[in-house]
């Protein structure tokens, strides 16, 4: 559910004119239509919680929704307001405040760590990869984005194994790929706890059941795709894994370099005899 607060509540009825049932200029039709865009189903029992008018279906909405699909649509709505002129002689103050309220509420990502979901080679087809990625959760449609999810996995996965000497191959599978990283990881000494190694040990399941959603449930071929919630529990599982091992990767290469600028400046001599 969003954390709009009393005050904040108060200050968008007022704006979007809720005191009589009503939401701005909208019909019935036009108000499903509107919150179609953002793929809401503002018609579906869930919203009538508080009552079928439209201002209690945006009411209940606000209570069952989360932060960022709500900013969403309330950024939305006062686009529209504008263009269509509905604010009138609204004062500019509570329009403008409105508008941050959006912006807070937009702030509040559904997806934790999307900004580790970046290309980490200067590959074009990586980055637009990565793109279309976060572009699906910005559009509140991981579902949609499964397919493009799992690409980017694999093309990640390569370009990080790559440089340790993993052999991939077209017909290896990317969870086997990821197991020897692992592995490779546990032999340089490079995870702290027990703990860590097990987590990773378990992506190495995760990305095997990953073909399957890509192949049966996602957009990749004619299929009927996973649902909401469970398509947003697995980008958030990926981004957070990637999270680390980018962080990982970083701080491995910085102690390869100090290691390296001490050797180059204690070269070591083995003709001293000790």
Known sequence: ?????????????????????????????????????????????????????????????????????????????????????????????????????????????????????????????????????REAIEKNQPEGGLDRLHTFVNKFIRVTCEPRGITITRDKPMHSVFGEYVKALREGGHLESAMTERILKSSISVLEAFNDVRNNKSLAHDNPILNYEESLLIFNHVAASIRFIKALETKIKAQAKVAEQQAARFPWDESIPF
């Not at 108000?31 to 919680?49: L, M, Q, T, W």
């Not at 604010?87 to 559904?110: H, T």
Request: glycine share 10%; proline share 2%; aromatic share 10%.
């Open 1 to 133: 559910m969003s954390d709009l607060s009393g005050s904040e509540r108060r200050k968008l009825e007022k704006l979007l004119g809720m005191g009589g049932g009503y939401v701005l200029n909208f019909s019935d039709r036009t108000f499903g239509d509107f919150f179609d865009e953002y793929r809401v189903e503002i018609d579906a029992e869930r919203y009538k919680a508080r009552g079928t008018s439209k201002a209690n279906r945006m009411r209940t909405f606000w209570d069952v929704d989360g932060n960022h699909v709500v900013g969403r649509v309330i950024g939305g709505l006062i686009e529209y307001a504008t263009d269509e002129q509905c604010f009138g002689d609204s004062n500019p103050l509570l329009i403008d405040d409105c508008r941050k309220i959006a912006q807070r509420l937009l702030s509040d990502q559904p997806v934790a760590e999307l900004d580790a979901l970046t290309a980490i080679a200067d590959e074009r087809d990586f980055e637009v990869v990565a793109e279309h990625v």
